[in-house]
């Protein structure tokens, strides 16, 4: 590659390692645990919504700063997938980002070496701020996507809650992929993942786009669409185009042309993404603290979703049918694919996570 990595760790230094890597994350939680939001806020109201509204899907608004209708539940298990953390009530989404997820997990078994793959967090069920974890998947249009392979067995409830993250980065080095976890059928399937046309990007801890920019050597087209961004070391993050008709939801910029990988990969090796904010000028009031955000300050139609009638039930709002949400619950899983990845390491620290706008 053109840039010099060498060089941003040797600038980097004891600075990387003693201050980035020793304050570590939780892998894959990529937001801090935050305080209690207050009942009216819209973590607190959206947070406590259990189903989601009847009609039409339709995403609202962006990104981070929006909410959904019409949500549907990815079904607990599938012949190549399962659902993770069900506690968080987080498996809704608009139907075309479920429809991917369960393609994704097919074709992955099929053509990369995957023998399923296990899906995190989607969004709440009428979508907008969560609690903890995310600023965005609050349209419905979000997905984590873990690195880790599924099982050949259904694990229970209590293990999708319990089992730990494993990060792809070594605890040692700073931002570096570990190549005892690090595996081609984990690039393949990333790459698999951003082939589909109606994925915008994917965002991967920036030691990871490096090392696919460094090492993936089949065609680059989609290389671009893999964003780097703190965090995202033990999962990917899977975010889709609005729908056709969406006109409620309010795009995201393209990624720029070509690979990425660049000046703009570059700049997350260096200080800058670390750089304290700068000091307020003598005499200057100091900034306020953010505001909690309240459901006013979403689109004008997320108040509407909150007060809107909701299905029945879970089942009957899973997609493919009510029957999909336990029809395969208590089927032993396909043995996996050709390509296993053996057993994987201790979770070990990651840097502490500075996400940007997602």
């Known amino acids: 590659m053109a840039f010099g990595f060498a060089q941003a760790f040797r600038t980097f230094g004891k600075l990387a390692l003693a201050g980035a890597i020793g304050a570590s994350l939780a892998a894959g939680d990529v937001g801090a645990e935050q305080k209690t939001p207050s009942p009216g806020s819209a973590k607190g109201r959206f947070g406590a919504v259990g189903l989601p509204t009847q009609g039409p899907a339709q995403p609202i608004g962006f990104y981070a700063k929006g909410c959904m209708t019409g949500a549907v539940a990815l079904p607990t298990d599938g012949p190549t997938w399962q659902a993770m953390r069900l506690s968080r009530n987080r498996r809704w989404g608009n139907p075309a980002m ?80 570990d190549p005892r976890v690090w595996t081609q059928s984990r690039a393949r399937l990333l790459m698999l993942a951003a082939s589909y046309p109606e994925v915008e990007r994917i965002f991967v801890n920036p030691a990871i786009k490096k090392k696919m920019c460094d090492t993936w050597t089949g065609d680059r087209t989609n290389l671009g669409k893999l964003r780097p961004e703190y965090g995202h070391d033990s999962h990917f993050h899977i975010r889709i185009k609005c729908p056709p008709g969406a006109s409620g939801c309010t795009p995201q910029a393209p990624v720029a042309a070509g690979d990425g990988c660049d000046k703009s990969l570059a700049w997350w090796f260096t200080p800058a993404p670390w750089a304290p904010p700068k000091p307020p000028k003598p005499g200057a009031k100091p900034p306020k603290p953010p505001r909690e955000m309240m459901v006013s300050d979403l689109p004008k139609a997320c108040a509407a ?49 500075k996400p940007a706008i997602q």
């Open 98 to 177: 479920i429809s991917l997820l369960e393609r994704l997990s097919q074709d992955g078994a099929k053509y990369a070496g995957w023998p399923g793959i296990l899906v995190g967090d989607i969004a709440q069920p009428r979508g907008g701020p969560m609690f903890n974890g995310h600023a965005s998947h609050q349209i419905g249009l979000d997905a984590d996507v873990w690195f880790t392979p599924m099982p050949a067995r259904r694990m229970t409830a209590e293990e999708r809650e319990d089992m730990p993250f494993t990060t792809m980065l070594q605890k040692d080095k700073f931002l570096t992929v």
């Open 305 to 353: 979703v909150l007060d809107a009638t909701p299905v029945t039930s879970m089942q009957a709002a899973t997609y493919g049918g009510a029957s999909a949400a336990s029809a395969l619950t208590a089927v032993p899983a396909a043995e996996p694919a050709a390509e296993t990845d053996g057993a994987l390491p201790d979770l070990g620290p990651v840097p502490n996570d």
